[in-house]
């Protein structure tokens, strides 16, 4: 089979891979047919960090997707060839202490996709822990493909945009602002206005990407080089809720800097090149920090079922499409900035 | 009058200053029966933290005290001449917006007590907002020493252990690591286990202090100078609730380092020398960081109703008592780690 494989920064290629096969009894095997470039993924890319020991071969990629179940291990109860299922960014096998509190990233047996585990941005991945990692989407979403692009990004994006709402407390009336535009931060927005902020400030630095901010429901957008004093005239002192969709020392500053004393920073952004958080920022004004990567299982029936209804579609912020040849001009685009999230269809 | 007057590093003085009086209708002066030295008093006392604009008199010093009303300004309303009275290590109005959320420490009219404002070490205080700042002690309190002694920490220590437990999460049957033995940490041992906590590890660096600890509530101390292994061997992997009582980069990482995944780091150790909270600790286990500079107000009542009913006592922590003229020598005491935390007895 062909798949992804990065092979150095600013190297991704598609190559001929071994195909996936059942190894163990809890495994399945599925076709992939959607796929995402995921943000995190531009960080290698870049390198603007190192991936230690990558093999001659290089290594595959692509932690969102989605697919057909094409085979299953003797122990696997919940999908079935023929099925099609959603998977998260992390594997987990579901049963451990972790992933029956709903933490299903810090699962004992788990991991992410791709590097020694197959990625996503391929024809076919195996994955473990089925029955612990895959959820079988809705008939009606699985047989629509705005539907099925809809979910897409509940794989990631959309499962962290929510995890950053829910850290940061985010309820009905809240007033709420959201560091960054990335996709992240775009669907953080939205999860922000499906549980029912009322206010809700996108900061950014990207126009297009703020009028999409606006679409999802972004009350105002802040554009400003220094944010800081706009967020707090608008809020009248900073906001209760902040979602930190970046993970830079200077997204996670401001972040700190436009919560309202008391108020609760929800941090998903991946850290790159955060030196450390300053303290001395937070402990005056009791601001707290809660997040963290997203346990994208524990959120994907509760937000599958909006899409299913039609409730929620982030997938605007999957404004490219490829076919698999294409997948590295959609890192190129990405790095460029000239999409903000690529979609692979196989 | 007399009172405790910060000089410079290692320079306490009691000397004249003048009678405090009634300035604005809502203050009241208070003649102060008993007043302690704060740990956060040592941090300019050793020289650590530079103090700017130190005028060539000094600067008034001490922030946990209570006393005896003697005057009030016509707009009090809630204490009278003759009340004994406890109040918070920050005064404030009591009726701006965070005031009412119970962020007393985020008052829009706040102060800490000590610097431009009297200090409680010292014969006697104007306290503005009495009706904000004042609690009236029940009269069993009042007229009963022990229960003075054991009222006299919620001015500071008790409400900032009790607020680390609360941000922590602490309830009924948690697990918690508590990092400090100083008399926060040891007050942060003593509301956890008042808030019913099963297992409580205290780790520090003094024997008879963590034998104090363990007289608190707690079920393991932990003294080793590396006690991250012990706490995770302890807890199976962490503690999902942990307490940090000591504010230095080494005690925020050790509190990081004994969470357990998804748990929460009650910050309310104030922050010294803190270069940055490590994100790369936090992000991947869900690490929450909640707290703060403790809104003591807001507890107070709670905590003088157990003390009152005989079921709280956190005085074991004043392990040293002097008079108004023994404070100079009570610094060089908690300085030199000879007494944990100094009581004064005007």
Redesign the interface.
């Known amino acids: 089979m062909r798949a992804a494989v990065f092979r150095g920064p600013g190297d991704v290629r598609v190559e001929q891979v071994p195909d996936p096969r059942i190894e163990a009894p809890t495994d399945a095997v599925v076709q992939v047919t959607h796929a995402c470039i995921c943000g995190s993924d531009l960080w290698s890319y870049r390198g603007l960090v190192d991936v230690p020991d990558l093999p001659s071969e290089g290594r595959r990629v692509g932690h969102e997707w989605l697919g057909v179940v094409t085979d299953v291990g003797p122990e696997v109860r919940s999908v079935a060839p023929g099925d099609r299922v959603i998977a998260p960014f992390v594997f987990s096998d579901g049963t451990c202490e972790?992933c029956t509190?709903g933490?299903h990233?810090?699962c004992v047996n788990g991991g992410v996709w791709g590097g020694d585990h197959d990625g996503g941005q391929g024809e076919a991945v195996r994955s473990p822990f089925a029955d612990g990692t895959l959820v079988r989407l809705p008939p009606d979403v699985a047989d629509e493909p705005a539907l099925l692009a809809a979910a897409l990004p509940l794989t990631d994006v959309m499962a962290t945009g929510h995890h950053a709402a829910v850290?940061a407390g985010v309820t009905a009336g809240s007033t709420v602002a959201v560091v960054g535009d990335g996709a992240v931060g775009l669907c953080g927005v939205l999860a922000a206005h499906r549980l029912g902020a009322e206010r809700i400030i996108a900061l950014g630095h990207h126009r297009d990407r703020l009028d999409l901010a606006s679409r999802f429901g972004a009350t105002d957008v802040v554009i400003d080089d220094d944010p800081v004093p706009a967020v707090r005239d608008l809020t009248g002192g900073g906001a209760p809720c902040v979602l930190e969709c970046v993970g830079t020392q200077s997204a996670?500053e401001t972040a700190l800097d436009v919560a309202r004393?008391?108020g609760?920073v929800g941090?998903v952004g991946?850290?790159a090149g955060?030196?450390?958080?300053?303290?001395?920022k937070?402990?005056?004004?009791?601001?707290?920090?809660?997040?963290?990567?997203a346990?994208a299982r524990a959120y994907l029936p509760e937000l599958l079922a909006d899409v299913a209804a039609g409730e929620l579609d982030p997938s605007p912020v999957l404004d490219r499409t490829v076919d698999l040849d294409g997948v590295p001009d959609g890192y190129a685009a990405m790095a460029q900035r000239t999409a903000i999230k690529v979609m692979i269809e196989m």
Chains 1, 2 share one sequence.
């Open positions: 972790f509190q933490l990233t810090s850290s996670v004393d008391g609760t941090y991946v850290p955060v030196k450390g958080v300053p303290l001395s937070m402990f005056g004004r009791n601001i707290a920090l809660r997040g963290g990567v346990p």
